[in-house]
């Protein structure tokens, strides 16, 4: 019989973490994700079962990130939510960059990682083609003036008809300049140069050769002072990871355009602000007349990041009281521990008293939250005795809460069996104990 107990446990162990992986993750992007907006279609992670369904039980974090990434992209925005019934939904994630073949990776501590079919991204068109600046002819500019000029002498009969020539002559001259691009005006040929300066910035921009966009902009501001240029500028700096810079030319911009009807969409940089102003300090000591002052770049990248999860962590050491109600006694236990993949977690150690010897466990948690976990333990114990040796072991169930970061309280309820000359006995076995840990 108490074989047949200890086969059930386990059976019992091996089967529960298969249950457990039979869960999955699910990804999907759906067209127009990735772009950061609110009403844009989120990425979705499922978990579902092995029929396809999703288990709305699930609360664990989930989380993505980038996987094939032809262009050296960044991923952008939340990384990491709960599960709500199963499903995570990503909503203000974008990519700086645009390239083909990206994928993305869902994971979840628990559960084995997804990795999405790859995909194209490309950065939705905002730079401002349209330099906003309309010249007009001089020469019509001309006419108006000597024509008041020749409206006034006519008053003076003496001057009317000479006046009129005088403006129909310089009219025509007026126009034929305005026609003939090679005796246009100067003030024309710098708005020209600028807008295709404009058009080829744009050009650099959409493929990601941000420096080259920056400098084809700051030429064409040589030559005229655009609005859109600033803008153009600002959303070059934004996408290459220059914060200070974008955010200043972002205010500029601003200033340059104060009615937010003609302003192009500012969400993006309005997001960039929220995120710097919660990430770095305001300087108290900035001048009130440098109102950039406080959008220092930080010292490290401050985007939101997976961390690694490790094969071997959270090593420490385990000390408590093992009870047996049957003997009635009690027995001290000292156990150096630690993680090893996810979930397991491997115990060896010393027993005091009463019975000197060496003890070791494997365990396998079942069920996690913040606060608490539920494991299955395999224990196995070989003790001395004046006289014979005592071998065997068992296996149950351990309940662990989190106390710090670094203490957690353990207890657990065992059966255990133990076999010695000529006796054999099978025995409950009642432990609670203090882990500190790294």
């Given amino acids: 019989m108490p074989r047949q107990l200890i086969g059930g446990m386990l059976a019992l162990v091996l089967f529960v973490p298969t249950?457990?992986?039979?869960?999955?993750?699910?990804?999907?992007?759906?067209?127009?994700?990735?772009?950061?907006?609110?009403?844009?279609?989120?990425?979705?992670?499922?978990?579902v079962d092995s029929t396809g369904a999703v288990d709305t039980t699930v609360t664990d974090k989930i989380g993505i990130e980038i996987g094939a990434n032809p262009?050296?992209?960044?991923?952008?925005?939340?990384?990491?939510?709960?599960?709500?019934?199963?499903?995570?939904?990503?909503?203000?994630?974008?990519?700086?960059?645009?390239?083909d073949g990206f994928t993305l990776v869902g994971w979840s501590p628990r559960l084995a990682d997804v990795t999405s079919a790859p995909f194209a991204f490309t950065p939705a068109p905002r730079p401002q083609e349209a330099l906003g600046y309309g010249c007009a002819s001089a020469g019509s500019g001309g006419?108006?003036?000597?024509?008041?000029?020749?409206?006034?002498?006519?008053?003076?009969?003496?001057?009317?008809?000479?006046?009129?020539?005088?403006?129909?002559?310089?009219?025509?001259?007026?126009?034929?300049?305005?026609?003939?691009?090679?005796?246009?005006?100067?003030?024309?040929?710098?708005?020209?140069?600028?807008?295709?300066?404009?058009?080829?910035?744009?050009?650099?921009?959409?493929?990601?050769?941000?420096?080259?966009?920056?400098?084809?902009?700051?030429?064409?501001?040589?030559s005229v002072n655009s609005p859109s240029l600033l803008?153009?500028?600002?959303?070059?700096?934004?996408?290459?990871?220059?914060?200070?810079?974008?955010?200043?030319?972002?205010?500029?911009?601003?200033?340059?355009?104060?009615?937010?009807?003609?302003?192009?969409?500012?969400?993006?940089?309005?997001?960039?602000?929220?995120?710097?102003?919660?990430?770095?300090?305001?300087?108290?000591?900035?001048p009130a007349s440098d109102p950039f002052a406080a959008y220092d770049p930080p010292a490290v990248d401050e985007r939101p990041s997976r961390t690694p999860r490790r094969w071997l962590h959270a090593p420490g050491v385990f000390a408590g009281v093992g009870w047996l109600p049957k003997d009635q006694r009690a027995g001290l236990e000292t156990l150096l521990e630690i993680e090893a993949g996810d979930g397991f977690r491997f115990s060896a150690g010393a027993l005091i008293s009463p019975r000197p010897g060496g003890r070791v466990a494997v365990e396998r948690r079942l069920y996690q939250e913040d606060e608490f976990s539920v494991g299955f333990a395999l224990r196995g114990m070989i003790a001395s005795f004046p006289g014979r040796a005592l071998t065997g072991g068992g296996g149950g169930f351990s309940l662990r809460m989190q106390a710090t970061d670094n203490v957690e309280v353990s207890s657990g309820v065992f059966l255990e069996y133990y076999s010695t000359k000529g006796e054999q006995l099978l025995a409950p076995v009642v432990t609670a104990g203090i882990g500190l840990h790294l």
Avoid at 25 to 35: D, F, K, N, R, Y
Avoid at 78 to 97: E, S
Wanted: aromatic letters at 6%; zero cysteines.
């Fill in 71 to 99: 262009s050296q992209a960044s991923l952008q925005g939340t990384l990491v939510l709960n599960a709500n019934q199963g499903v995570a939904m990503f909503r203000d994630v974008t990519l700086d960059r645009g390239g």
């Fill in 19 to 47: 249950a457990l992986r039979a869960a999955t993750l699910q990804i999907s992007i759906p067209p127009g994700a990735l772009t950061g907006r609110s009403d844009a279609p989120p990425v979705t992670v499922s978990v």
């Fill in 231 to 286: 803008y153009n500028l600002a959303e070059t700096h934004r996408r290459a990871g220059h914060v200070a810079e974008a955010l200043e030319l972002y205010h500029a911009y601003v200033a340059a355009v104060p009615d937010a009807s003609k302003r192009a969409d500012l969400s993006d940089f309005e997001r960039l602000e929220r995120r710097q102003v919660a990430t770095v300090p305001v300087r108290a000591a900035a």
């Fill in 143 to 222: 006419l108006v003036v000597l024509g008041l000029f020749a409206l006034l002498g006519f008053r003076r009969r003496r001057f009317g008809w000479v006046s009129l020539m005088l403006a129909l002559s310089v009219g025509v001259a007026g126009s034929a300049n305005a026609a003939d691009p090679v005796k246009a005006p100067a003030a024309q040929q710098p708005v020209d140069a600028a807008r295709v300066l404009n058009r080829k910035g744009i050009e650099a921009l959409s493929q990601g050769r941000y420096d080259e966009a920056i400098a084809t902009f700051e030429e064409a501001r040589k």
